[in-house]
């Protein structure tokens, strides 16, 4: 990319400098390559005269008029300037840019894919929640920044694998079933108040129903000790089929769905604690089994398994890790969490060097919460589950296109508000369908091409030059930017800001120049343009995991 390429002459040009003794001895930084606000002073710029001011004793700006002089910029640009306090701006030529536009239609599909994970193998695993209820709209949050995040990745060069960690044991599954084994009770006609820890949430009822209707009063016939493990093992499986259906409406797909019984099925869980206690950081007191991660430098120790004998869901944190990293062998774990985790990342750091591997190679995100919104009303109550928001409802009203889409809008350590009635208004005030349209109305440029007959293969993308066809263009070709920007920084909102300023850049160049004319020659030219430009529009939504419709 040409980013890399300046970057490169510009710390060849330093070291030039400074072999001729017109720049003095200084360590050289990190070269960093920005795009200016204003695109009047070029398409690239750096600050590196400014970085080394402090350390070779001169003024920036002679620093850059130094640099600049010894400066063998790559093919692709066009001019140098240098500008106070101590910046150097860089211009695209413009026979490049035109000739990027043949680049995209020959890569097709492929453009933007790049090779920066060399076949390393990542987990992706996200939501995660426990299967004892109906996802809600948070939960919809991480299901998409995870999902696209997979994706991006997946072009990047890296080996990808999706993953959803079913928490089916514990105390949370152990009280789901105490709750559904209350309503299935009172279902039948038999006196039981629900306890306070409990689920009481209407569609708790609803399944009761559903399993009265298919079992009967069998569970009548039993202990209430086993009576609440099968219901529990009955309940958990039906909210997973209604999650996973959930998944399904919003387009979110998983490789593997992990099984924390497993753990200690296998003998994970156990492998895991030797690990530790060869380490030196298991103690046993208070009757009780300590991860001492006080050794490691956190505040304090955790427990892994309680007085009772029961682990806690740390420890399953930590078999659940061993697993991915001592066992399956992934290069890099990506964690992906809501903000109610906040405070277990230390931890789960310390944890990972406790176990021997480098706490750098797991990442962890953390996304925060949404308020939803209807116009400028806060919406608090689902109208069917009487508790919660059910992301389902949220879908089904508004579509998974634009829910997808708001959803990756904010970064994820920001808060956000979702507004239903903007997400499905068919305008350009809805970020959505704005891109959305750009996308249609290019099909609809190319249906009238082909209507008339016109061949544009011959077309000559030389002939692009006015400032509307340039400006697309420069849009165009940053997507491969775009990519590796999301892959190293796992920050997926990047994707609809970048597709928002490609829609506009195209509405922008559909007023300014008729496509279809009387001109062939730039007629040939301009489906080209377009053509390329749909191919990119329809990479981005399809990354997001949104649809490119050709008609709206």
Request: some cysteine; overall charge negative.
């Amino acid at each position: 990319m040409v980013k890399q390429e300046l970057a490169e002459s510009l710390r060849e040009a330093v070291l030039e400098a400074q072999r001729k003794g017109v720049l003095g001895p200084a360590p050289l930084p990190e070269v960093l390559i920005e795009h200016p606000q204003s695109t009047e002073h070029g398409d690239f710029a750096t600050s590196l005269p400014m970085k080394l001011a402090r350390a070779m004793r001169m003024p920036p700006m002679a620093i850059a008029q130094r640099i600049q002089e010894h400066l063998s910029p790559p093919a692709q640009i066009s001019s140098v300037t240098v500008a106070p306090p101590g910046f150097m701006n860089f211009t695209l030529r413009d026979d490049w840019l035109s000739g990027q536009v043949q680049w995209i239609l020959d890569a097709g599909e492929s453009y933007s894919d790049i090779d920066l994970g060399k076949g390393k193998r990542v987990q992706v695993e996200f939501v995660s929640v426990n299967p004892t209820g109906p996802l809600h709209v948070g939960h919809g949050r991480g299901a998409v920044l995870g999902s696209t995040l997979a994706n991006v990745l997946a072009i990047s060069g890296f080996c990808v694998e999706r993953e959803y960690y079913v928490n089916d044991m514990g105390s949370q599954i152990n009280n789901f079933g105490r709750s559904l084994y209350v309503r299935y009770l009172q279902c039948l006609g038999v006196e039981a108040a629900l306890p306070d820890e409990g689920y009481h949430g209407k569609y708790m009822v609803d399944l009761a129903r559903e399993i009265v209707a298919r079992e009967g009063d069998r569970f009548l016939k039993t202990s209430e000790q086993e009576a609440v493990a099968q219901l529990a093992q009955i309940g958990t499986a039906r909210m997973l089929d209604d999650i996973k259906q959930d998944f399904a409406l919003l387009r979110v797909e998983f490789d593997v769905w992990f099984s924390e019984k497993t753990l200690y099925e296998d003998g994970k869980f156990e492998k895991a604690m030797e690990l530790l206690r060869k380490g030196g950081y298991i103690t046993e007191r208070e009757n009780a089994t300590w991860f001492e991660s006080s050794s490691l430098g956190q505040d304090k120790d955790n427990v892994l398994v309680r007085s009772d004998g029961q682990p806690t869901y740390f420890a399953s944190d930590v078999a659940y890790h061993y697993d991915k990293f001592s066992e399956r062998e992934f290069d890099l774990v990506i964690d992906i969490w809501g903000s109610d985790h906040q405070g277990h990342v230390p931890r789960m750091k310390a944890m990972l060097r406790a176990l021997g591997h480098d706490p750098d190679r797991l990442r962890i995100i953390i996304h925060q919460l949404i308020t939803l919104r209807r116009g400028g009303e806060i919406v608090r109550v689902s109208k069917r589950s009487g508790d919660i928001v059910t992301l389902r409802e949220v879908v089904e009203e508004v579509g998974p296109d634009a829910c997808r889409f708001v959803f990756l809008s904010r970064s994820a350590d920001s808060q956000m508000d979702f507004d239903i009635e903007l997400a499905k208004r068919q305008s350009a005030d809805n970020p959505v369908y704005y891109v959305q349209y750009a996308h249609a109305r290019i099909a609809s440029i190319i249906r009238l091409a082909e209507e008339r007959g016109i061949d544009f293969s011959e077309g000559d993308v030389s002939l692009l030059s006015t400032e509307p066809e340039l400006t697309l263009i420069r849009r165009l070709v940053l997507l491969p930017e775009i990519m590796e920007r999301v892959a190293v920084s796992l920050e997926p909102h990047h994707l609809p800001y970048y597709a928002q300023e490609l829609a506009t850049a195209f509405h922008s160049f559909y007023k300014q120049c008729r496509v279809v004319s009387e001109d062939r020659a730039m007629t040939g030219a301009r489906l080209k343009l377009v053509r390329a430009t749909k191919i990119v529009l329809a990479r981005v939504l399809g990354l997001m995991g949104m649809t490119a419709p050709d008609r709206m």
